[in-house]
């Protein structure tokens, strides 16, 4: 739950995931030290990321994904959505930091009342879709489906509530990461959404997943339906 994600009260009030802003990098290290970053970049080198022209980013928190993807896609121009003003003022620092500035657009909305205005062939949420609930995020990836064309690519990565043995000490991590965000942030989600439930209701259809620390952490790889015939990587 990095700390991008959409607060229960206006962002221009209180941006409470903007105080971890400069703090939220070495945080993540202190936690779960590379592994975050591991399965947030898993995607960078998929073909259906690479030939994307125009993506929409949203909740990147303090922007390290979206800076290495414009890195890595000379031809790629990017709307970022998050509600933390200070979140989006430091992505916009990696990106002129890097020359790509120009490539870069942010728009400072909570996700779930954002409706896009143009067209997406690719569409990114790594640790944004669990502060939501299963309603909204059904209600968004409606209002994305029809913005994204036949093929077009939306990567998901979050924690996740694996089976087995693994299954109560990954509902502790999460309920201890839900705790430490409510007191920081103010943030009143408390239990992982069913993002996959949503997804499929709204029209998207899974392509493959990869998981790290037994379940824990996942990333997954959802398409519109003419896209769904591309190979599944696998980790």
């Not at 739950?1 to 971890?20: A, I, K, T, Y």
């Not at 989006?88 to 728009?107: C, E, K, V, Y």
């Amino acid at each position: 739950m990095p700390p991008s994600l959409p607060v229960q009260d206006e962002h221009s009030q209180r941006d409470g995931f903007g105080r971890l802003a400069r703090l939220y990098r070495w945080l993540e290290y202190l936690t779960f030290g590379p592994w975050l970053a591991l399965c947030r970049n898993a995607r960078l080198r998929d073909v259906s990321v690479t030939a994307a022209r125009h993506a929409l980013i949203l909740g990147d928190g303090d922007g390290r994904f979206l800076a290495r993807l414009l890195r890595q896609n000379p031809g790629l121009g990017i709307l970022s959505v998050d509600s933390s003003p200070a979140m989006l003022d430091r992505q916009s620092r990696r990106a002129a930091r890097d020359g790509n500035a120009s490539r870069l657009t942010i728009h400072c909305e909570d996700i779930r009342c954002f409706t896009p205005a143009a067209d997406y062939d690719l569409v990114t949420t790594h640790f944004c879709l669990d502060c939501l609930s299963t309603t909204e995020i059904e209600a968004l990836a409606r209002r994305l489906r029809l913005r994204m064309a036949p093929g077009a690519c939306w990567i998901v990565s979050d924690f996740a509530l694996p089976g087995g043995a693994a299954r109560i000490p990954a509902r502790i991590v999460v309920r201890s990461l839900y705790l430490a965000f409510r007191v920081i942030t103010g943030l009143q989600t408390r239990t992982l959404p069913d993002h996959a439930e949503a997804l499929r209701n709204a029209g998207f259809v899974l392509l493959d997943r990869c998981t790290w620390l037994a379940g824990l952490l996942m990333s997954e790889r959802w398409t519109t339906p003419a896209g769904a015939s591309t190979k599944p990587l696998t980790y």
